[in-house]
């Protein structure tokens, strides 16, 4: 804590036990400081309780108009739900699948991979249902009705909406090939009109490995850049600005797939302004549904790979339940759910379900949302969602080889910037909270977070994680 890096920044640690909530360790821990994704924790315990780790979306596909001979001679309609999967995580367990350096973060942090998932699945199941419900072609429009909440944005990650394709991203991935030549590219999920220009360039071992991505208002994805022919292949991710207009266009390839004939252009902007009430939507017949992951599950996402647009869709889903589209209204709710949890929300003051900069929470308020999570009948579940040091999620890599590796259940916490001046990272934040199994057994809430640490480079941000590995070790090896 006192190292270089540090030596300008502040720490808070708070230490408590799970069982009783008694306070062992206090430093700062009524001080507010910016826990960046452990911002999460709140979001999703704000679900949790409002919902339950069980509950379940199910979006709906409906259809105005008649079905004669086959035909839907009306409009096909996928009711978006705020599914934040939409059945392209889903493994054959049962459970969310994840890579544990998650695409989400490829632009800006490196050595990120693809999960083993299928970003399309769902809309699959949908499009055979509807098939299956004897809809062999549309002669009306396909639609996604995104009216559940207002779309917004969230900084650079791209839009919340309450249509979620591959996290509404389109994955790039660039593998090296013989040097002097284009590398390879491929894009997924491959949903029209996005086609790839390919601008790379494969050099030789060792050499400069930078690849970047571009779209053009056309849908074409301009990859530019050199691979190192040693390199591992490259993920980059380009930020859909409308997914409404994917999802329509992926849904209507999955219907042409599944042997639905749509009379409507594939590719075009989402004709939600024709779509009749909510009210009356509702009361239109379903032909096909899709059930979520349990809530569960998609924290489990959340908390696991600190998945940004996730988190403030469940701030959004809270607003929903007030009857608001209103995604702020969300945090009202939040509020009732920390105090029912016997949380004070006045330790707290956010402005997103992310972590995004700007909000703030004492390490105090942080622990004691550990211990009330420990005194519930679901706690192991919520405790299995956190990152595992040393195991899984952005903690996979920290401590891997300490005695205290399995023992900590935490979510991480980062934020960082450009120090232009010196030409260094500044890290705003690096925070971690969640348990400690100590080597006694005692289970142990923590809270560690320091602000304003300076490092050389974009590496600071895993070696400052490691740190507070190392904190979190000591910890175990004492109680």
């Known amino acids: 804590m006192n190292s270089t890096p540090y030596e300008r920044g502040q720490w808070a640690v708070s230490v408590a036990d799970a069982q009783t909530g008694e306070q062992l360790v206090g430093y700062n821990t009524d001080v507010l400081l910016e826990p960046a994704s452990v911002t999460k924790t709140y979001s999703s315990a704000g679900v949790w309780t409002q919902f339950g780790p069980d509950w379940r979306t199910v979006t709906p596909v409906v259809r105005t108009g008649r079905v004669v001979d086959g035909d839907l001679r009306g409009d096909l309609v996928l009711v978006a739900k705020g599914d934040i999967t939409m059945g392209g995580q889903t493994g054959s367990d049962g459970r969310v699948v994840f890579a544990n350096w998650d695409h989400n973060d490829a632009n800006s942090i490196p050595g990120m991979q693809l999960a083993d998932n299928r970003p399309l699945a769902g809309l699959r199941d949908l499009a055979r249902q509807v098939r299956a419900a004897g809809i062999r072609s549309v002669t009306g429009q396909v639609v996604i009705d995104d009216r559940l909440f207002r779309t917004e944005a969230l900084g650079i990650d791209g839009p919340v909406s309450p249509i979620v394709i591959n996290n509404n991203l389109i994955d790039v991935l660039t593998t090296p090939t013989t040097v002097g030549r284009t590398a390879k590219v491929v894009i997924r999920p491959v949903v029209a009109p996005w086609t790839v220009d390919n601008r790379t360039r494969t050099v030789k071992a060792g050499g400069a490995t930078q690849v970047d991505v571009a779209a053009t208002p056309a849908g074409v994805l301009r990859v530019t850049g050199t691979v190192a022919a040693d390199a591992d292949p490259v993920l980059r991710v380009y930020h859909l600005r409308e997914p409404a207009r994917f999802a329509r266009s992926a849904l209507i390839q999955e219907l042409e797939r599944a042997g639905v004939r749509v009379r409507a252009a594939t590719v075009g902007p989402n004709p939600a302004a024709s779509l009749p009430s909510s009210a009356a939507v509702r009361k239109l017949p379903v032909v096909a549904r899709l059930r979520s992951l349990p809530l569960s599950e998609q924290a489990r996402y959340v ?177």
């Open 303 to 479: 908390l696991k790979v600190s998945y940004n647009r996730g988190a403030q869709t469940f701030v959004c889903l809270l607003a929903v339940a007030a009857g608001s589209r209103d995604c702020d209204a969300g945090f009202p709710v939040l509020a009732m759910r920390l105090a029912d949890l016997g949380v004070d929300p006045a330790q707290a003051t956010l402005v997103d379900g992310s972590g995004l900069p700007g909000n703030y929470v004492t390490a105090r308020s942080a622990t004691e949302l550990m211990v009330a999570f420990a005194a519930r009948p679901d706690w192991a579940v919520w405790r299995d969602a956190l990152p595992v040091m040393g195991r899984d999620g952005s903690l996979v890599n920290v401590q891997a080889d300490s005695p205290a590796a399995g023992h900590v259940f935490a979510k991480t916490g980062t934020l960082g910037a450009a120090d232009l001046l010196n030409s260094r990272l500044r890290l705003e934040t690096k925070a971690l909270s969640g348990y400690v199994q100590a080597k006694s057994g005692r289970w142990l809430a923590v809270a560690i977070i320091v602000n304003q640490s300076v490092f050389d480079d974009i590496q600071g941000v895993f070696a400052a994680n490691e740190d507070l590995g190392k904190i979190a070790s000591s910890i175990w090896a004492d109680y």
